[in-house]
Structure formats: structure tokens, C-alpha cells
């Protein structure tokens, strides 16, 4: 039976949708320091559904982000309340699951190459690593550019854990700074991630461009969005303004998976919009024909 790393769903935008009250720049990071205890329960429903690794919620608690909002100072509460609130969930659930650390875009997501060095970007994400070291997993995500992408390798690599990169595609199959996605791969390459991944796109893109990220890198795989578009957010809008495709239904879903699966990948899961819902009808459908594995299991799976 082929082994296969389950991820989690849209995290962020599950905890931002249950806490309707809750309206910030911050997103799913503002729920949790107002409640945290929807945080516990969307990380316990993603476990239960059967994901095996799990994000932290501190995709937008970077430094420049948190800065930008007056709460800088909070950072380091920040994080340690994202790990308290997934282990509780761990221990809820009595499920061994990868606590995946996050590293995702900076300054904002959907965004084209930023105007700084590598070296800043370098040491930003460093910041993030050190505050997240304990995890089991690292998942570099939502890269729209290769900038970016190789910062945040650059930073993570020294601790000798796995991790993913992810980038994210637009429609015309390259990302947002205009790279192909064979250059965005070759990029990231000499820092060899344990897997490139695509995310936070269309899930017909994701089905499109995977044979050829097969062919480009022996680890692959996908986990994509259910929004109509994410334009109102890259043009400056907040995620309030984003709608979600009635048409992503679990099974739909399901169906796109099953073919990145059949093109060769090896990580799956879901980003915005893909709930507990969506991962648990996928992992009741395919808990036949796969195993199902945290990712840091996958170093021995993708040699």
C-alpha cells in the first residue's frame, strides 16, 4: 500500500469563518488572542477527520505583519499560545500527529517579488524558526516568488527537520513574480526540501501543473484553495472580501486529489476553504488504497 502525508485543511480560514464576531488584518491569529479555544477545536476536527500533520496558526504572525499592527510585542505569546492551543488539540484527540511549524509569505500573501534582500528576508524568517523550533515539520507556504521561497529554506535548513516548500500558482501556471514553475523548483533545489508543493490555488491548476512538479522534484504534492478568486486580497482587500466556490464540495474535491495521487504526489491536504469536512471525506475514500503518514515520515517514503 502506497504511503502517502496527510495535511490538514484551511486552517486559518476555518478558524476565521467559526469566530463570525472577529475582524482583523490578522485573521485566524486575532480569533486566537480573543478566543482561543476555536483554534483547539478546528485543530481537533482536522485530527479527527484524519490528518496526521498539523499547521500551527501563526500564518500571519510574522514580525513585519504584526508589527504593521501594534501588537509586535505580543510575538513570542503569540506563538507559544499557537502550540498550546494544537497540543491541546493532541491531547483531546490522543492521535501521534506532526506539529508542522509555518512559514508563510511576510508582509502579505498573493504578492509579487518583495523589495528587499535576501538577507532580510533571511533573518526574518529566522525570527519565525527560532520561535517555532520545537515543531516537528516546517511548511514554507503560499510563495509567490522564488525570493522568498529560498529566505525562508535558507533560515529552516540549519535544524535538520523536514520541510516543505509550496508555491503558489496563477492561472497562467507560473507564479506571481512571473517565474515558471520549473525555475521556482530549481531555486529552492540545492536547499533540498523533503517535498515541493503546490498551494493555495485552484484545484483544476493544481491538477494541471502536477505532472509536470512530478518530473521536477522526486517529493511532491498539493493542497489547494476553494475560493473564486483571491484578487480583492492581492489588490490590498482583507480576507473578509474573499468568497468561497460553492462547486468545492468534498467530493469534488476528492476527485481532483485523486488525480495529483494517480500523477505521482505524495503530500496532500487542503488550504483555504477545504474544511474537516472536505479531509474526512477524502481520507474515508482513500483509506484503501494508501497509508496514511506524518510527513516527517516521508524521507524514508520518497528516497
Given at each position: 500500500m502506497r504511503s502517502i502525508a496527510l495535511l490538514d485543511g484551511g486552517l486559518g480560514?476555518?478558524?476565521?469563518?467559526?469566530?463570525?464576531?472577529?475582524?482583523?488584518?490578522?485573521?485566524?491569529?486575532?480569533?486566537?488572542?480573543?478566543?482561543?479555544?476555536?483554534?483547539?477545536?478546528?485543530?481537533?476536527?482536522?485530527?479527527?477527520?484524519g490528518a496526521r500533520t498539523l499547521t500551527l496558526n501563526t500564518y500571519a504572525a510574522t514580525p513585519t505583519r504584526l508589527r504593521r499592527q501594534g501588537v509586535y510585542e505580543q510575538m513570542g505569546a503569540i506563538h507559544r499560545q499557537a502550540f498550546q492551543a494544537l497540543e491541546?488539540?493532541?491531547d483531546v484527540t490522543g492521535v501521534a500527529v506532526d506539529i508542522a511549524?509555518?512559514?508563510?509569505?511576510?508582509?502579505?500573501?498573493?504578492?509579487?517579488?518583495?523589495?528587499?534582500?535576501?538577507?532580510?528576508?533571511?533573518?526574518?524568517?529566522?525570527?519565525?524558526?527560532?520561535?517555532?523550533?520545537?515543531?516537528?515539520?516546517?511548511?514554507?507556504?503560499?510563495?509567490?516568488?522564488?525570493?522568498?521561497?529560498?529566505?525562508a529554506c535558507a533560515a529552516v535548513q540549519g535544524l535538520g527537520k523536514p520541510f516543505g516548500v509550496a508555491f503558489r500558482l496563477e492561472a497562467d501556471g507560473r507564479l506571481r513574480s512571473g517565474e515558471t514553475l520549473s525555475e521556482a523548483v530549481a531555486a529552492v533545489k540545492p536547499h533540498a526540501p523533503t517535498a515541493v508543493l503546490l498551494n493555495c490555488c485552484d484545484?483544476?491548476?493544481?491538477?494541471?501543473?502536477?505532472?509536470?512538479?512530478?518530473?521536477?522534484y522526486p517529493c511532491v504534492g498539493g493542497y489547494a484553495n476553494a475560493f473564486k478568486s483571491v484578487e480583492p486580497m492581492a489588490s490590498g482587500g482583507s480576507v473578509d472580501e474573499l468568497e468561497a466556490r460553492e462547486d468545492i464540495s468534498p467530493e469534488a474535491y476528492a476527485t481532483q486529489v485523486r488525480q495529483w495521487l494517480a500523477d505521482g504526489a505524495r503530500v496532500i491536504g487542503g488550504c483555504c476553504e477545504i474544511t474537516p469536512a472536505h479531509i474526512g471525506h477524502m481520507a474515508g475514500v482513500l483509506a484503501n488504497e494508501f497509508e496514511f503518514i506524518r510527513f516527517s515520515q516521508l524521507s524514508d517514503q520518497c528516497r
Amino acid at each position: 500500500m502506497r504511503s502517502i502525508a496527510l495535511l490538514d485543511g484551511g486552517l486559518g480560514q476555518e478558524i476565521y469563518r467559526r469566530a463570525s464576531s472577529v475582524s482583523s488584518p490578522l485573521w485566524s491569529v486575532a480569533v486566537m488572542l480573543e478566543q482561543p479555544d476555536i483554534v483547539t477545536a478546528v485543530h481537533a476536527d482536522f485530527i479527527r477527520a484524519g490528518a496526521r500533520t498539523l499547521t500551527l496558526n501563526t500564518y500571519a504572525a510574522t514580525p513585519t505583519r504584526l508589527r504593521r499592527q501594534g501588537v509586535y510585542e505580543q510575538m513570542g505569546a503569540i506563538h507559544r499560545q499557537a502550540f498550546q492551543a494544537l497540543e491541546q488539540a493532541i491531547d483531546v484527540t490522543g492521535v501521534a500527529v506532526d506539529i508542522a511549524g509555518c512559514l508563510a509569505p511576510l508582509v502579505g500573501s498573493y504578492q509579487a517579488q518583495p523589495d528587499r534582500s535576501f538577507e532580510d528576508l533571511r533573518n526574518e524568517y529566522a525570527t519565525l524558526v527560532e520561535l517555532q523550533a520545537s515543531a516537528d515539520v516546517f511548511l514554507i507556504e503560499t510563495m509567490s516568488n522564488s525570493l522568498e521561497a529560498r529566505a525562508a529554506c535558507a533560515a529552516v535548513q540549519g535544524l535538520g527537520k523536514p520541510f516543505g516548500v509550496a508555491f503558489r500558482l496563477e492561472a497562467d501556471g507560473r507564479l506571481r513574480s512571473g517565474e515558471t514553475l520549473s525555475e521556482a523548483v530549481a531555486a529552492v533545489k540545492p536547499h533540498a526540501p523533503t517535498a515541493v508543493l503546490l498551494n493555495c490555488c485552484d484545484p483544476d491548476l493544481v491538477s494541471a501543473s502536477m505532472p509536470e512538479l512530478v518530473e521536477l522534484y522526486p517529493c511532491v504534492g498539493g493542497y489547494a484553495n476553494a475560493f473564486k478568486s483571491v484578487e480583492p486580497m492581492a489588490s490590498g482587500g482583507s480576507v473578509d472580501e474573499l468568497e468561497a466556490r460553492e462547486d468545492i464540495s468534498p467530493e469534488a474535491y476528492a476527485t481532483q486529489v485523486r488525480q495529483w495521487l494517480a500523477d505521482g504526489a505524495r503530500v496532500i491536504g487542503g488550504c483555504c476553504e477545504i474544511t474537516p469536512a472536505h479531509i474526512g471525506h477524502m481520507a474515508g475514500v482513500l483509506a484503501n488504497e494508501f497509508e496514511f503518514i506524518r510527513f516527517s515520515q516521508l524521507s524514508d517514503q520518497c528516497r
